[in-house]
């Protein structure tokens, strides 16, 4: 299967809105190039210094996501330039996101990560810290970030019922907030994701093919 043909598949079957975040980590700067030239526009990678690189190397108008968890003293590698950021899971990393937009003289958009998964090793908050950050007087004081939504990530499982509620428990969290984006869903369950009100889907493997 080519990479073409993955997204388009994929695509078709993704209601209008929901956008397709195509996750190149480890891919190499061809696998993004053709992916690009089949028109795709928003990738996403888990490693700042792989970010960086390609964002060097590849074409201009590519919107870069960092997906993946988010050290502290790594945001200014990113900052001039990044799209959206999902991994946030602290308020000392949205202070220094806030401090590295300001130097950059732009706004960075940003997710909440929220742990919904009973894995210990999953990052994020409980629904409670987020709303603690949403509705704390931090925030408003920052001006140089946007949030614009919550990411978060299921178990690993093969039991469907549990992915659904854990997807579907971020959802409902989701709609008492105000926010607008709702980043869940990989190539494993981004299908069950969308079902339960994902408006945003990182799909990697089943573009690009496994990563080994
Ligand atoms: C790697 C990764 C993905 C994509 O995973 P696939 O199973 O290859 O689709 C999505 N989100 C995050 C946070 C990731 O690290």
């Given at each position: 299967m080519s990479i073409k043909i993955n997204l388009a598949e994929i695509k078709a079957t993704l209601p209008d809105n929901v956008t397709l975040v195509a996750v190149s980590k480890t891919k190499p700067n061809k696998a993004i190039e053709e992916a690009y030239d089949a028109g795709q526009r928003e990738f996403g990678e888990n490693r700042v210094q792989e970010l960086v690189a390609k964002a060097e190397s590849l074409p201009k108008d590519i919107e870069w996501h960092l997906i993946g968890h988010l050290q502290k003293n790594k945001v200014k590698y990113i900052a001039p330039f990044v799209s959206l950021i999902h991994g946030v899971d602290s308020i000392e990393t949205l202070k220094e996101i806030n401090k590295q937009g300001k130097k950059n003289n732009r706004v960075i958009n940003c997710l909440l990560q929220a742990k919904i998964a009973t894995?210990?090793?999953k990052f994020g908050m409980s629904f409670g810290e987020i709303e603690r950050i949403l509705k704390g007087d931090a925030i408003k004081t920052m001006q140089n970030l946007n949030i614009v939504g919550l990411m978060g990530m299921a178990s690993f499982t093969d039991v469907h019922e549990q992915i659904v509620e854990e997807f579907n428990s971020l959802k409902t969290f989701f709609d008492s907030t105000r926010l607008s984006t709702l980043s869940m869903g990989m190539s494993g369950d981004y299908k069950i994701a969308?079902?339960?009100?994902?408006?945003m889907v990182r799909v990697g493997s089943a573009i690009f093919g496994s990563r080994l």
């Open positions: 894995e210990e090793s969308i079902e339960q009100g994902s408006t």
